[in-house]
């Protein structure tokens, strides 16, 4: 009897610095879930274009994201890690997606709506598109399982209408991709403004914290978190800035809210602030050292990258060219 594992899939953008948002939505429980599961970590490059970058960063960045993905845990033996851009089935079945998916459908995606308005001086189609090439970064590989934080929760949606409106259309092509949004950690938010999201590229870097920042700027940010007028220390989603705090403690001393409540009962904010900065610098501390290690061996992270495009184009081709022939395009003659 074959024992197949079942395959998950995830990726990030190389925009901006890897957050501690980023890690408690989708890194952590990727390391968390790589065992289980046959396992794809994506850079994705392409999507990140649909923001305005400078073209020397964004090369830097994705060689930086994969030393990063690395030393938070991601063991590069046992999984594939590959850059989006190098595997080109991804834009081509983005494609064929294209032409099942309503504008309707893009036009109620909340992201776009966001990002517009953040960078209305660049509203270009591949911001409205993005979500597509998502579904298609999923089903390329005929993922069944997705870790993301929630606000990819609407994205995943969409992935797993098409892949339904596919296989309806056709044949059974596609598995319905799953989301894995964790219960706590899935929205991580702002430190200066948090009745907004965490995110690594926000233009004020107070809002996020690294996961290369050193201690002192840490220290420096949590101490600078906005809370509220109020004293006692309670888990309140009416008081974020507060429960963002006490969200973020939980996860890095691995407890749980009541417990973080209980420690901190009686206690001031600024004690619970100058724990949770002295928490946050020793648990990133090995994993910053590991990346200091990493990011000098230029040839461990080529080898990674090539074995890593080879094994993804392989399992990318195969759906692509089913995809194909079930469409009616002619296979090239041999
Ligand atoms: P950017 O600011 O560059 O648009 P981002 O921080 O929103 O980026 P993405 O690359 O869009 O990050 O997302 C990577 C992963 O991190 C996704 O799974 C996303 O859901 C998750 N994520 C992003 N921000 C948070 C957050 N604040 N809390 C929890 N998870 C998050
Ligand atoms: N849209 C995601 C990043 C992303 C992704 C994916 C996540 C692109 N392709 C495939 C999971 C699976 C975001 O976080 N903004």
């Given at each position: ?296 061996d230029k040839v461990y992270l080529n ?32």
């Amino acid at each position: 009897m074959t024992n197949k594992k079942k395959i998950l899939l995830s990726g990030i953008q190389p925009s901006g610095q890897l957050c501690i948002g980023n890690y408690a939505g989708a890194l952590k429980n990727w390391v968390n879930l790589q065992e289980e599961y046959d396992s794809i970590f994506l850079i994705v490059d392409l999507h990140a274009l649909t923001v305005k970058q400078i073209p020397s960063e964004l090369r830097n960045r994705c060689l930086s994201f994969l030393a990063q993905y690395i030393a938070c845990g991601i063991n590069p033996d046992k999984n594939t890690i590959v850059i989006q851009s190098h595997v080109p089935e991804h834009a081509e079945l983005a494609w064929v997606l294209n032409t099942i998916t309503s504008f309707g459908e893009l036009s109620r995606m909340t992201q776009f709506k966001d990002k517009s308005k953040k960078h209305s001086n660049n509203i270009n189609v591949g911001l409205f598109t993005y979500p597509v090439l998502m579904a298609s970064d999923i089903l390329i590989y005929q993922a069944d399982m997705v870790p993301v934080g929630a606000d990819q929760k609407q994205h995943l949606e969409l992935a797993r209408d098409l892949a339904g409106r596919f296989n309806h259309n056709y044949s059974d092509t596609f598995p319905i991709p799953e989301p894995f949004i964790p219960k706590s950690g899935a929205r991580i938010m702002s430190l200066q403004e948090p009745e907004k999201k965490m995110s690594k590229s926000d233009e004020n870097v107070n809002n996020y914290i690294a996961l290369l920042d050193a201690p002192d700027v840490i220290i420096k940010k949590i101490k600078r978190a906005v809370t509220d007028s109020n004293t006692d220390i309670v888990y309140d989603e009416k008081r974020p800035g507060l429960a963002n705090l006490l969200t973020l403690y939980t996860i890095l001393t691995n407890t749980t809210i009541d417990e973080t409540v209980g420690h901190f009962k009686g206690k001031m904010y600024s004690q619970l602030k100058s724990e949770l900065g002295e928490v946050c610098v020793e648990y990133l501390k090995p994993m910053q050292s590991e990346y200091n290690r990493i990011i000098q061996d230029k040839v461990y992270l080529n080898e990674i990258l090539k074995v890593g495009a080879e094994k993804a184009r392989y399992k990318a081709r195969r759906t692509l060219s089913k995809v194909y022939r079930k469409i009616g395009l002619v296979p090239l003659p041999r």
